[in-house]
């Protein structure tokens, strides 16, 4: 899963609070499996990289473009901060990741209390849940591959959860009303059940991937920055890319499986970007629902998305500049910690923090969301 958000306050739920897109019928590409998808066998590729070879159409890299872009930035988070803690000094946003994205499309006010206000929120477990599952496949890969199995990889939960609580001492508080741990057994008995379904979906042994939790970031030519964070990118002996996230709940049904790509549309964009390279492969891994979604985008996709992206941005722009961020309430609220806030439920946004345009008409600032 990913990602990098806007401004200073990284952070995107590892498991997934859902992106609202409408549903399309456009899913005929879309291919979702229940059965195991680790048919590729492994080979070495002439950069030494052994990598999965399960696609057979015609080569869209070669091994020499083996995405080496940059290490990420240090861990991913759950939340954007946490609750009781200061939120630091707004900021216009200056790029755009996919859950940012995601949010803004689901919401504008929620776009604006994540990233323009900061609005601290509070760990959730699932969220956490994701973040640690993630650590654990990762990790999975520093082990050779035929060690790479499922009880080694369970071993590695407790270790990945010390470090997450060091790392984000905000988590601890999850389980603050567990005198006896039995809710954070049974928590960690669910990240093992999904790292174990895994297993089924996957073929680690088989497996060598170029990057793991892969940062990447680029400027289009219209200035706008995307960045993000990819779970995993394969590369085939024929130089042929993939690129894999891990979801810990559950597929879409097939009318919001468009939704379900965006988020890994982008990311082909950006690595088309960067690397002039159109990934040969999407694939989503759903460890909730052992799911596996895959997509072979095409040029016109990616410059869909471009489009859409940048039409984003003018809105995003917009807002920023007016200071209007219109809430939009659906069942997601409910996911929502910003509803002390949020003016459909009886609350009021902090003062905007930037400065607004004022109209030509000199009628004062336009659609102020909140007082002064
Ligand atoms: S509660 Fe709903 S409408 Fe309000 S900010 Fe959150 S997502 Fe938007």
Not at 140 to 169: M, V
Not at 316 to 324: D, F, K, L, Y
Not at 363 to 369: T, W, Y
Request: hydrophobic share 40%.
């Amino acid at each position: 899963m990913e990602d990098a958000a806007e401004g200073a306050g990284e952070g995107t739920a590892q498991e997934d609070p859902p992106v609202t897109v409408e549903p399309t019928a456009a899913t005929t590409a879309v291919t979702a499996t229940t059965a195991p998808a680790a048919a590729g066998a492994t080979a070495d590729t002439a950069a030494g990289a052994a990598v999965t070879a399960t696609t057979t159409a015609a080569t869209t890299a070669t091994a020499d473009e083996a995405i080496t872009i940059t290490t990420g930035p240090p861990g991913r988070t759950g939340s954007t901060g946490l609750a009781g803690q200061t939120a630091p000094p707004a900021i216009a946003p200056a790029s755009l990741s996919p859950s940012r994205a995601g949010d803004f499309m689901q919401c504008p006010l929620l776009y604006r209390f994540r990233v323009i206000d900061r609005l601290p929120e509070k760990p959730s477990a699932a969220a956490t849940r994701g973040t640690l599952v993630h650590a654990v496949l990762e990790r999975l890969f520093d082990a050779p591959a035929a060690e790479r199995t499922a009880p080694r990889a369970k071993s590695l939960i407790p270790g990945q959860w010390d470090r997450l609580r060091e790392t984000r001492p905000e988590v601890v508080e999850l389980f603050a009303d567990d005198p006896e741990g039995e809710r954070m057994a049974r928590w960690l008995g669910e990240a093992e059940q999904l790292v174990e379904r895994w297993f089924t979906l996957e073929d680690p042994t088989r497996l060598e991937p170029v990057e793991r939790e892969l940062f990447v970031e680029t400027v289009l030519d219209s200035g706008l920055k995307l960045r993000g964070i990819i779970d995993r990118v394969d590369v085939a002996p024929t130089g042929e890319v993939r690129i894999v996230d891990y979801k810990t709940g559950k597929a879409p049904r097939p009318e919001y499986a468009e939704g379900a790509l965006f988020q890994m549309k982008f990311y082909a964009l950006v690595v088309w970007r960067l690397k002039n390279v159109v990934p040969r492969r999407l694939q989503l891994v759903y460890l909730g629902s052992g799911d596996v979604l895959t997509y072979d985008p095409v040029v016109a996709d990616l410059e869909r998305v471009e489009r859409k992206l940048h039409a984003l941005w003018e809105a995003i722009r917009e807002a920023t500049e007016t200071g209007e961020w219109r809430p939009r309430p659906t069942k997601l609220c409910g996911w929502c910690d910003h509803q002390a806030h949020c003016p459909e439920f009886g609350g009021t946004p902090p003062p905007y923090p930037l400065p607004v345009r004022v109209p030509e008409s000199g009628g004062g600032p336009q659609g102020r969301m909140g007082p002064d």
